[in-house]
């Protein structure tokens, strides 16, 4: 093969074969950017399908006010999450002094007396403090008793009914 542009590049004593197989790779690489070229223009057009979905209806700024307005919100509702939270705290640290335990038991003071009138009551906190009152109803009248409970236990000897509605508080929980 002769030809003056391979005379001058120095390509003209090479086998003809050689071209046929050079053009085949060519053209098989111009193959293969076409179909990635096909491949990109499918993918841009499904941006571009989405983009469009995606602003329907709005310009760039609605769209940025609306992004604008979202992190407002979650900034807001993480604001209230953290209120709420130290409330929960504040809440439980608060309940720890409240009754939280109650245990009570009627009985009749009085043998002539029925109804069970008389009772004895128990009110306790979450570390088992708290009062009992014990209510006693006799002929004569009511009589009331306070008593001080500390962890549980108390100063002052208590009697059979505050001693069983003092374990039905402490077991209440």
Known sequence: ????????????????????????????????????????????????????????????????????????????????????K???IDINRRMRHCFQKI???????????????SYALALLDEEDNGYIINSVHGNEGCYSYTKVIKNGRSDIELGTEERKALENAVMSR
Do not use: H, W
């Open 1 to 84: 093969m002769n030809s003056n542009i391979l005379n001058y590049v120095g390509l003209s004593n090479l086998d003809p074969g050689i071209y046929v197989i050079a053009i085949a790779v060519l053209l098989l690489l111009v193959l293969i950017l076409l179909i990635c070229t096909i491949k990109q223009g499918k993918e841009l057009s499904l941006m571009k399908k989405r983009l469009k979905k995606f602003m329907s209806g709005r310009d760039a700024e609605s769209l940025e006010d609306q992004i604008i307005e979202l992190f407002e919100d979650n900034q807001y509702m993480k604001a209230a999450s953290d209120k709420n």
């Open 86 to 88: 130290n409330d929960i």
């Open 103 to 117: 245990g009570i038991v009627k009985y009749d003071a009085l043998n002539q007396m029925g109804g069970q009138l």
